[in-house]
């Protein structure tokens, strides 16, 4: 990258993070942060058993059991009978590496991607891994969460690096005036409608513009979640002055004259004006509208006053085909309108929404009414503390008045490793990041959605319409 | 990884569609222990019923297929998940090559870090392989070879219809695997760069390496026996 143009914020993070550009090109890069979860962890630490190394650093390393977890309240590691073995070797690992460990029965408890904003552990300017797909969560801190496989994990574990080929920089620019009632989620939603599940593939993605400053902390950890959605293995936003208050006593975020030392080198992390971007996307906001997917990937998005696509009016024979098999694993027909389509569960969790602004608005269209009669709706918090949290203020009340479960903190029914399952068949919306076939559980059918569209689907039994969805939301 | 890669060869399976993604490659059902049959398991959602029959349909269900050694897919294979579990569901079935114009950024990794080449071929190629076994649902055998970057067809009684088409590949991850290279036992030649640019980020940076954070192990850790 020519310096006389400037620089991008990811350039900037990554090469104050490159230790070596190496000779096959690609760069070893320093990883500041490690978070293990158990469902991909095992194997390498059974790798550094049998290669006798050790870990390097395990101060810069947190671990948490979250995938595999029970989240029936009070649970322990005995109450998924079927999960207890990966967390019994998580737990093991971190005791015997001297790696901080975050199980079921500690109280700071969580998916690895709630709790790594919550207690400060993902930082602004640096460079956080872990092995799951999700971690460009912590990039709407302007963390750079790097995802990686279990490979990877073993080589961070040895090495406190990776070894990769730098992403080119791509700015997604959000720009008009997101209405209001409207979420992080339906603005990441219609832009992988818009440029695909390919659209970010290679790249490292900033988004930024007029909407993005607007969006809180929790919001932008939504839309920055989904950058693998987009294909991209990074996404991030610039931090600014509500990072900064988001971060102030944090556990492990520095404290008193680092802080204000840190505050001064963050406020300094932003793309140059002149900085150049292999691939621009501009997105209007002003048109958005609550979002819904139907088919089976997340690319398969639509208004939720939209319709399923006619395959018919699709030119390209393998796109064809493919939404084709989609409508029919989905059980619709081409040209059905998606409102008033009966559904058998609600789920409110997942790395995506699961955190208190997303409870608060889910329950601010629940509060004093029911779930739908055959509707089974459910509630996982994406950590312990925000399950306190939101205790404290009386949500869980709101929730179980209405019908749903109030549950215990995991990843539960977006992943469906533990016994959180939609059964085969079954209709489930859900404030996820999967629409795959399988998902949630063999044959089952999944529509992603906002926390909002996802509490008046549970209340109505149904996907709902614009005009079923009030609430008072402020950039959620 | 150790063992060395220099050629793969056996049938080849298409798979002719867009964005396979880790979740149909290994479903999660396939994931809950760490000893899993991750070959049994592969593409398990679409390769068993509900009552775990095989579906005979399915193209690794057929007999031509059983001993499959490599696929063929179209852009963007591999997408979604993280799990490296799909890359070994894959090896462990059996396959030692993908073929694709495309693929997901964790999966390629991940792959080259169990010996699976991801031969990346451009469309052309992808649309003639694919004619050519939709023309052969007997199963046709292919060689990949890693020192030449080619995929190819020979046919002892007519050479004259031999084939062979080429694929991509970084020079550097070519000959990592044909030497069967631990990218760890790489990486800790530069171990005591890694220590140096820790302890000047350390200075540089104390906001990031915080007091709080390094060596307060013992008081944070939930690290109790249950």
Request: aromatic share 6%.
């Amino acid at each position: 990258m020519n310096s006389e143009n400037g620089l991008t914020l990811f350039d900037k993070i990554w090469n104050a993070h490159r230790i070596r550009h190496l000779d096959d090109g690609r760069d070893l890069i320093f990883v500041d942060r490690h978070v293990l979860q158990e469902t991909t962890s095992a194997q390498a630490f059974d790798n550094l058993r049998k290669t006798g190394r050790s870990v390097r650093y395990p101060d810069l390393t947190v671990a948490t059991q979250d995938h595999i977890v029970s989240t029936m309240p009070g649970r322990s590691e005995d109450s998924n009978p079927t999960g207890r073995e990966l967390m019994q070797l998580m737990r093991s690992n971190a005791r015997s590496a001297g790696i901080r460990h975050y199980g079921v029965d500690h109280p700071s408890q969580g998916i690895v991607h709630v709790i790594a904003p919550e207690l400060g552990l993902a930082l602004p300017g640096s460079i956080l891994a872990c092995g799951d797909s999700h971690t460009s969560t912590v990039g709407g801190l302007g963390c750079l969460g790097i995802g990686v496989g279990t490979s990877e994990v073993e080589h961070v574990l040895a090495t406190q690096t990776l070894v990769l080929s730098k992403p080119k920089p791509m700015r997604i620019w959000y720009e008009g005036k997101l209405q209001a009632g409207l979420t992080a989620k339906d603005l990441i939603l219609h832009t992988i409608g818009k440029i695909g599940v390919a659209g970010g593939r290679g790249f490292a993605v900033e988004y930024a513009g007029p909407v993005i400053e607007a969006l809180s902390i929790e919001a932008r950890l939504t839309l920055c979640n989904m950058s693998i959605e987009l294909g991209a293995r990074l996404g991030f936003i610039a931090p600014d002055d509500k990072t900064i208050a988001y971060l102030e006593n944090r556990e492990f975020a520095p404290k008193g004259s680092d802080f204000a030392q840190a505050c001064i080198y963050w406020r300094g992390l932003q793309s140059d004006p002149q900085a150049e971007f292999e691939k621009e996307v501009h997105i209007d906001c002003t048109t958005i509208s609550h979002q819904v997917s139907w088919g089976t990937t997340p690319e398969d998005v639509v208004s939720i006053d939209g319709v399923v696509p006619d395959p018919g009016q699709v030119d390209d024979p393998a796109r064809r085909d493919r939404i084709s098999k989609a409508i029919r694993y989905m059980d619709l027909n081409p040209g059905q309108k998606l409102s008033g389509l009966p559904i058998n569960i609600a789920f409110i969790g997942s790395c995506t929404n699961s955190r208190l602004s997303d409870l608060t608005l889910a329950a601010s269209l629940v509060r004093g009414r029911h779930v739908a009669a055959n509707v089974r709706a459910l509630v996982v918090p994406g950590s312990m503390s925000v399950k306190r949290e939101a205790e404290a203020l009386g949500l869980d009340v709101i929730f179980r008045e209405a019908g749903f479960e109030w549950r215990d903190a995991g990843c539960s029914m977006c992943v469906s490793i533990n016994e959180d399952v939609v059964p085969p068949g079954a209709r489930c919306i859900a404030t996820t990041n999967r629409n795959f076939e399988n998902r949630q559980g063999p044959k089952s059918r999944t529509h992603i959605a906002s926390p909002a569209v996802v509490a008046a689907a549970a209340l109505a039994g149904c996907i709902p319409d614009s005009s079923m969805i009030h609430h008072k939301a402020e950039c959620f | 990884m150790s063992t060395a890669v220099e050629r793969v060869e056996g049938v080849m399976a298409l798979f002719p569609r867009c964005d396979i993604n880790t979740d149909a490659i290994i479903p999660s059902t396939w994931l809950r222990t760490a000893s899993a049959d991750l070959g049994k398991g592969l593409f398990g959602g679409e390769r068993y019923d509900e009552q775990g029959r095989e579906v005979e349909s399915f193209i690794l269900n057929q007999p031509a297929f059983k001993q499959s050694r490599m696929i063929l897919a179209d852009e963007n294979f591999g997408c979604g998940s993280s799990r490296e579990a799909a890359v070994w569901a894959l090896v462990q079935f059996g396959i030692g090559c993908v073929l694709a114009p495309s693929f997901a950024d964790i999966f390629y990794e991940n792959a080259f870090k169990n010996n699976l080449v991801a031969g990346i071929i451009d469309v052309d190629t992808y649309q003639e392989l694919k004619a050519l076994l939709s023309e052969h649902p007997e199963g046709m055998a292919f060689t990949v070879d890693l020192h030449s970057l080619s995929v190819s067809v020979s046919d002892k009684n007519n050479p004259k219809h031999n084939r062979s088409w080429s694929f991509k590949m970084p020079a550097s991850r070519v000959q990592a695997m044909i030497r069967g290279d631990d990218e760890i036992t790489s990486t800790l030649h530069h171990k005591v760069d890694i220590a140096d640019f820790y302890t000047k980020a350390s200075n540089e940076k104390s906001w990031l390496f915080p007091d709080h954070l390094i060596g307060q192990m013992a008081d944070a850790t939930s690290n109790k026996t249950s």
